[in-house]
């Protein structure tokens, strides 16, 4: 079935590093892609979206470009803030119309001051 | 607008016990899901719900889990009887139909 693969373990940076979150799916057809945040103590927030191919989500200085050759949607960020600590999902949505998603595993970001 | 709303936020119970959480969505928001988040893994979808009938039950584990939405707006979830591996976090979530996922604050379940 469809499914995501997140890079494994946490990230700890520096404030105002460059952050970089993998994130390749596998998927019969063209799903939609999403990054999810969650934040300690609340629930998943939806951070941007994709839904074509070459298309580039982005909101609160992250991006990410929907790569159908290489079947990925890598996260960025030029410049972290502390406020940037969460877990970051990856998820994609399957082509069956039903609006259901596949998570990644997550990972979490730790930014030092 | 109001977000998804769920209770209770956390809950310990002993194997073998019964729970229930619940959940109110987005008011409009057609559809509904369940999602379990187990410590260090991303959600797994459980059961989506179009209104009041089930989409999608095929992970939900049947022989312990039942879920209703009786008129199509609240929905409850229900773990009977309980094992030390249904300790995880349970996510609702809403949309409509061509809208991303909303999704409330969990319930935190602790199985012991």
């Known amino acids: 079935g469809d499914s995501v693969t997140q890079m494994e373990g946490p990230v700890t940076l520096s404030e105002e590093a460059f952050l970089t979150i993998n994130c390749t799916y596998t998927?019969?057809?063209?799903?939609?892609l999403f990054w999810y945040v969650q934040y300690p103590g609340e629930g998943l927030q939806l951070l941007l979206k994709?839904?074509?191919?070459?298309d580039k989500g982005s909101n609160k200085g992250f991006e990410a470009t929907y790569r159908k050759e290489t079947t990925s949607f890598h996260l960025e960020k030029g410049s972290v803030q502390v406020s940037d600590s969460a877990v970051y999902f990856c998820?994609?949505?399957?082509?069956?119309?039903?609006?259901?998603?596949?998570f990644g595993k997550g990972n979490q970001v730790v930014v030092i001051p | 607008e109001a977000g998804v709303a769920q209770s209770p936020r956390y809950k310990i119970i002993e194997k073998r016990q019964s729970v229930a959480f619940w959940c109110n969505p987005i008011?409009?928001?057609?559809?509904l899901y369940w999602y379990q988040q187990i410590l260090g893994q991303g959600p797994k979808l459980l059961i989506q719900?179009?209104?009041?009938?089930?989409?999608?039950d095929s992970q939900l584990p049947k022989d312990r889990f039942s879920a209703e939405r009786l008129k199509g707006v609240d929905s409850t979830l229900k773990i009977q009887p309980a094992k030390l591996e249904d300790s995880a976090v349970y996510l609702c979530?809403?949309?409509?139909?061509?809208?991303?996922?909303?999704f409330g604050n969990g319930t935190r379940l602790t199985v012991t």
């Open positions: 979530a809403s949309s409509t139909w061509d809208s991303p996922l909303h």
């Open positions: 998927a019969t057809g063209y799903p939609s």
């Open positions: 994709a839904t074509k191919a070459d």
């Open positions: 998820a994609l949505s399957d082509i069956s119309g039903n609006n259901r998603l596949a």
């Open positions: 008011s409009g928001h057609a559809t």
């Open positions: 719900f179009q209104n009041n009938g089930v989409v999608d």
